[in-house]
Nanobody, 121 residues
């Protein structure tokens, strides 16, 4: 199975930046996509950004132009550079990986424990 560990969260002021990182480990055969989701108190979890094995990416409209997602296939990591942060970006950010393992060729979604991002005004 696959285990994900996120890091890089913290407390910053509006307009500042943070960089999140997620490392995947386990019996990974291949990773087809990696992404970031977030969930604020009282709200549903939403997609922030996703990147595929081919390098294509998609962003939520609310973060487009401010956030940049990238990945290192050799190290099975995905990063999220967050610039010009706003108070509404405050949430727990979760790493998501679509991967196949040695025991299953069918890709499956795996989730990290989450990292807190707080932006003060």
């Amino acid at each position: 199975q696959v285990r994900l560990v996120e890091s890089g969260g913290g407390l910053v002021q509006a307009g500042e930046s943070l960089r999140l990182s997620c490392a995947a480990s386990g019996s990974i055969f291949s990773i087809s996509a990696m992404g970031w989701y977030r969930q604020a108190p009282g709200k549903q979890r939403e997609l922030v950004a996703v990147i595929t094995s081919g390098g294509g990416s998609n962003y939520a409209d609310s973060v487009k132009g401010r956030f940049t997602i990238s990945r290192d296939n050799a190290k099975n990591t995905v990063n999220l550079q967050m610039n010009s942060l706003k108070p509404e970006d405050t949430a727990v950010y979760y790493c998501n990986v679509e991967a196949s393992t040695s025991s299953s060729w069918r890709p499956y979604d795996y989730w990290g424990q989450g990292t807190q991002v707080t932006v003060s005004s």
